[in-house]
């Protein structure tokens, strides 16, 4: 085994508040800045260690494992590790395998979060780039150093591929089985050759996704699916109202329901453990509780966003200026000004959040979770539990979508989970189950968000002032990684995609107020692109109908300094037939172009708007990632933000009344449906610049062209969202 | 003791026979393939089938079950079976794959009836089944792929 010795990952910590705050003081730049990425994606291979034992273990048999440590929650991060991986090895594709890392901020950390193990920006692919194209290449020249010593000839003249390590001149060959154990133990090398992209054989290829087979036959493991043996399980009683508290409970009916072993106060809420999940939400029906809500949040959605309308008339603190755009807009020959808003949005992945946790026989602790920021969530359960990092032992496993939901600073439900097992004495492994209805009104919603805008134009069209405030609740402030995110006030997370926006406009500002409401919220796919995006790229639409101008030369005449923009955008139109718009009443063509993440994304939607019905019925999409490691997981996650962001486009919110939310299920919230999909065309362009993500660059650009399109069929212009043709809400 | 039959295989089941045969399935059996989603059958991941038709396993109490033979996807097979998951892995339609169990066995229930299923009837038969990944397009495509090969 190529790994003979493995680093031991389970390293003690000097104290858990020190890890905690000594992440908070290392991590230099958290979130993904496209300017950093490119700069981290760029070639700095000296500061990359070569670490073979730490990624890949190659058995007698021919198996390759892969150690991934990211989160897979469906974009297929998986097999586009794999794959670079595989590629620089030499590997054979069908002995591939993959198995999730330990939880280790040392040797499996995000280099782009910093000492951070965890998932998210879209940045699995771009911070693994050289790590495991590094150590792929390292793992190959030890298996060539092991044959030429072997067979006494120059390594020179040894090739790898397919998994067999071959000596041409004397035709002497040997599988990576046979050598793996003793290159294992040879130096590993720090500086390997990496592959040119010419000789590459997959990396840029369609290989069969790696999960296919389990996905499809009922046995990929996901926590919810775990069984310990004795296993309990548990489902908590959580307030209706935001920062309410528990008063006081009465638990006789529910400790009579057939199965209920014990009920149990805890911070969320109160806990009914019960033999199965069955029992336990039976026993929480009969469970009575009475809430404090002098702390919680009591007002409706709807008087948070007329609070928003008041605060948004004045500056809000200052994210970007240039000149003065409110005296450019007074000699403006024609002003837009235009207010859009957005709801709370609910991640809702398939699979409700829940977690398993398990006593050892040495004291530590067995954890089983989809885990997103694996080294957090190990050291904020150690501190409830009372040990150090090193003794709570995380086996991550498939997660059922997450779009965000799984990665909070606090980690908040495996501390609920580490409080309920502790609260039950610890005795039988406990599995805790978030039911749907739990996890809709649970919060950490993507915030609902309020942007007012006046842009304006010259007598000839060109745009000579962007006057731009938002309002919205900062995910940021208040949390953990407050001190590294949010600077002056202002959480980068809220104002991206405007503040920074790639348009050349001679003069604009951008402000923001950050909303103060008690609802929880969190980043949601794509963050705060899912609403500046939007009214980016209507605001840019509706200047370009004002000026008279094509929205697609418009664009194009402001992007002059975004080759790789204008690339996607041209590509889209192009392959959209932009030039010839369908001549059918009540349908037609918009366009939206953006960047996050470090990815270009363009779409074209193909609208039929008729009455109030919005009918999407193609969308073509043009997208540039650098190298395209996968690029059918590349056009899967594209055609899959469609799917998943399209509900949101033309319907989803969560509301709330008085505090409550209001919608608990699928009924009220309802996702996407086949029958609403439309034909999704992705058009990859060819790059040899490093690879940066698309689990998230597909989301923002939807609702833009969406509402863009309904805007040429229909001349009605909609900016909300969700969009609303019927006239009730209003634009 | 209720029994029943669960992929050919009789068991004797010691819950209450208003426990959903989701739960049953899944807490009694371990039989985990059969996912959960929602609880009211507005999403479909618990699809199993009874007598060879696809049914929500939430809203199937086990007291009513009586003698229909219980298929999931564990145990799941024959020709239609086969070209249905041979469709899905060729063209990788899963992404977190946790709908995934359900969406098959709501295709298969299609094709076993209708050999040529068109779009329509394919939106007819596949709306319950939720997929927040947005696999759809390669959902319809697998349907077409396999009924292709079924022919």
């Given amino acids: ?731 | 003791m209720p029994k029943l039959t669960v992929n050919g295989e009789a068991r004797e089941i010691d819950a209450d026979p208003d426990m959903p045969l989701l739960w049953v399935l899944r807490d009694r059996l371990d039989a985990t393939g059969t996912k959960y989603g929602c609880g009211i059958a507005q999403c479909g991941a618990c699809t199993i089938h009874l007598d060879g038709q696809p049914v929500r396993a939430c809203q199937t109490k086990l007291g009513d079950v009586g003698t229909a033979q219980i298929t999931t996807i564990e145990g799941v097979n024959g020709r239609v079976a086969d070209a249905v998951q041979a469709a899905w892995r060729k063209l990788d339609v899963v992404q977190c794959g946790y709908c995934q169990s359900g969406q098959i066995m709501s295709a298969i229930g299609l094709l076993a009836g209708n050999a040529k299923p068109s779009d329509a009837d394919i939106d007819g038969a596949m709306d319950g089944n939720i997929c927040r990944c947005g696999t759809y397009q390669r959902i319809r495509a697998a349907i077409h792929e396999a009924a292709r090969s079924l022919a």
């Fill in chain 1, 1 to 731: 085994m190529l790994n003979a010795r493995r680093p031991n990952p389970l390293s003690a910590r000097p104290s858990r508040r020190g890890l905690l705050a000594g992440a908070g003081a290392l991590v230099v730049a958290f979130r993904l800045d496209p300017k950093s990425a490119r700069a981290a994606a760029g070639p700095n291979l000296a500061d990359v260690k070569a670490q073979p034992n730490a990624f890949v273990r190659i058995g007698a048999d021919d198996t390759v494992t892969v150690v991934i440590k990211h989160l897979d929650m469906g974009q297929g991060n998986t097999t586009g590790l794999a794959t670079i991986l595989a590629d620089e090895l030499g590997a054979d594709w069908r002995q591939v395998r993959t198995e999730f890392a330990p939880a280790d901020a040392t040797l499996y950390n995000n280099s782009l979060m910093g000492p951070i193990q965890g998932t998210g920006g879209s940045t699995a692919v771009a911070n693994s780039w050289f790590q495991l194209r590094k150590a792929g290449a390292a793992a190959r020249e030890m298996l060539m150093a092991e044959a030429a010593f072997r067979w006494k000839v120059p390594v020179s003249e040894i090739t790898v591929a397919d998994n067999v390590v071959r000596h041409g001149p004397s035709g002497r060959q040997a599988r990576f089985g046979e050598l793996a154990a003793s290159a294992a133990s040879l130096p590993v090398p720090s500086e390997p050759r990496l592959k040119d992209p010419s000789e590459w054989t997959l990396i840029g290829q369609k290989v069969p996704r790696l999960d296919s087979v389990a996905k499809t036959n009922g046995t990929a493991v996901y926590s919810l699916d775990i069984r310990r043996p004795n296993q309990v399980t548990a489902v908590v009683a959580r307030a209706p109202r935001f920062g309410a508290t528990v008063k006081s409970f009465d638990a006789s009916a529910a400790r009579k329901v057939a199965g209920v072993r014990d009920v149990v106060q805890v911070p969320t809420g109160v806990a009914v453990i019960a033999r199965d999940t069955w029992s336990a939400m039976k026993g929480r029906e009969a469970l009575t509780v009475a809430w404090d809500d002098s702390t919680a949040e009591t007002r409706s959605s709807d008087a948070i966003l007329a609070e928003y309308r008041e605060r948004a008339k004045g500056p809000g603190l200052t994210a970007s200026e240039r000149g003065d755009p409110q005296a450019a807009l007074k000699g403006a020959a024609k002003v837009v000004e235009a207010e859009f808003t957005f709801p709370y949005l609910a991640h809702a992945a398939m699979e409700p959040l829940n977690a398993t946790i398990e006593k050892a026989a040495d004291g530590g602790y067995d954890v089983y979770a989809g885990f997103q920021f694996q080294t957090v969530e190990q050291a904020t359960m150690a501190a409830i539990l009372g040990v150090t990092a090193d003794r709570v032992r995380l086996h991550s496993n498939w997660a059922g979508g997450s779009f965000g939901r799984r990665a909070t600073p606090t980690a908040d439900y495996l501390a609920e989970a580490a409080t309920v097992f502790k609260a039950s004495g610890e005795k039988a492994p406990l599995h805790l189950v978030w039911t749907r209805e739990d996890d809709m009104a649970g919060g950490y919603y993507r915030p609902t968000v309020l942007h007012k805008v006046r842009a304006g134009i010259d007598g000839k069209g060109a745009v000579v002032g962007w006057d731009h405030v938002m309002v919205g609740k900062s995910i940021m402030i208040g949390s953990p990684f407050e001190a590294m995110i949010v600077k002056n006030g202002i959480d980068s997370t809220t104002v991206e995609g405007a503040s920074d926006t790639p348009y050349a406009l001679p003069a604009y500002r951008f402000g923001v107020h950050n909303g103060r409401e008690g609802v929880p919220v969190l980043w949601w796919r794509s963050v705060g692109h899912t609403h500046t995006a939007h009214v980016m790229e209507v605001m840019i639409d509706e200047l370009a109908h004002a000026a008279n101008v094509d929205p697609v030369a418009y664009r194009l005449s402001l992007l002059a300094q975004a080759p790789r923009l204008s690339g996607v955008l041209k590509l889209a139109a192009d392959k959209a037939g932009w030039n010839s718009k369908p001549q059918e009443p009540g349908r037609g063509l918009g366009v939206a172009v953006h960047e996050s993440f470090g990815s270009y994304v363009a779409m074209v939607a193909d609208v039929t708007a008729q009455d109030a019905a919005i009918r999407v019925n193609r969308i073509v999409a043009a997208v540039d990632v650098g190298v395209p490691v996968n690029p059918d997981v590349i056009r899967a996650q594209v055609e899959g933000a469609v799917g998943f962001a399209l509900s949101a486009v033309l319907r989803n919110r969560i509301t709330l009344k008085d505090g409550r939310v209001q919608e608990h299920n699928f009924d009220a919230y309802e996702p996407t449906r086949m029958s609403e999909m439309p034909k999704v065309e992705v058009h990859i362009v060819p790059s040899q610049v490093a690879p940066t993500g698309i689990g998230e660059p597909g989301v923002p650009v939807l609702g833009p062209s969406i509402a863009n399109a309904v805007f040429a069929a229909t001349g009605r212009r909609l900016r909300s969202l969700p969009l609303d043709l019927s006239g009730v809400k209003g634009a």
